[in-house]
């Protein structure tokens, strides 16, 4: 009789945290619910799934600590040595042009077989898939612009302001190949630090990002509302 009552025991006992474990999953999954970037896939696919993906993403290390190295010695040279940017690319250039041109003749006074250079010929398809892309991005920025300027988002406006004036903050402070090598550092380090730490900062930017949103219906309530918006008239058919 004592045994049955202590296998029942164990029997409530497990299954009581059997739901403790299921309520926490499921808390911890609904306070998770928010994804950066509203993502419903994994990081890797979210940026195309390509090679690029992979270098952002440090599963190709070797290239990724490369474009560290190589943009480090750019900035150097750029920021550090006071030459300009046309003063640096032209002799740059010129370097590689003599010396290709050194080892071509030093080749054929030698009699050795040259290496050839592989040609590098763009494609319509190649052509057209940019073409197309850069006008759909084009066509996006238009839209986005004109629902600012009519006073349709006035969330959008407030983010273009802020994102305007933080560079105008960011310009006034560092130069241009700095705040471009700092984008470069930024955009290999974030994307692999986000894929491993994503939870973490789901939870915090969806902390963020609730606080935000509810200051701003307070502010739209209040104030947006009672700004008249201007009315743009249709245009009639022909």
Known sequence: ????????????RDNNNINIINNSTCSTSTSSGYRLF??????????????????????????SFGI?????????????????????????????IVLRFLHVNYASLRNKQIQTLPELVLSEEMV????????????????????????????????VVGFLWLLSVLGSFIS???????????????????????????????????SFSRHYKIVDENVMNRIPRTVVPKEKPM
């Not at 990081?43 to 599963?59: E, F, P, T």
């Not at 943009?71 to 010129?94: I, Q």
């Not at 600012?148 to 983010?159: A, N, P, Q, V």
């Not at 700092?182 to 491993?196: D, F, K, M, S, W």
């Open 128 to 159: 057209n898939y940019a073409a197309a892309s850069f006008r759909i991005k084009v066509n996006y920025l238009l839209l986005m612009a004109h629902d600012i300027t009519l006073g349709k988002d006035f969330k959008l406006f407030f983010m």
């Open 68 to 96: 560290i190295i190589v943009a480090t010695v750019a900035w150097l040279v750029f920021e550090r040595s006071g030459l300009s940017f046309l003063t640096v690319c032209s002799n740059v250039l010129l370097f590689l």
């Open 38 to 63: 509203d993502r419903q896939s994994t990081i890797h696919q979210l940026m195309g799934g390509g090679k690029a993906a992979d270098v952002l993403l440090w599963k190709r290390r070797r290239i």
């Open 1 to 12: 009789m004592e045994d049955s009552l202590d296998a029942c025991d164990h029997a409530d």
């Open 176 to 210: 241009f190949f700095t705040f471009a090598y700092i984008g470069a550092i930024l955009a290999v380090t974030l994307p692999a630090l986000y894929n491993r730490y994503d939870e973490q900062v789901d939870r915090y930017a969806g902390t963020i990002h609730r």
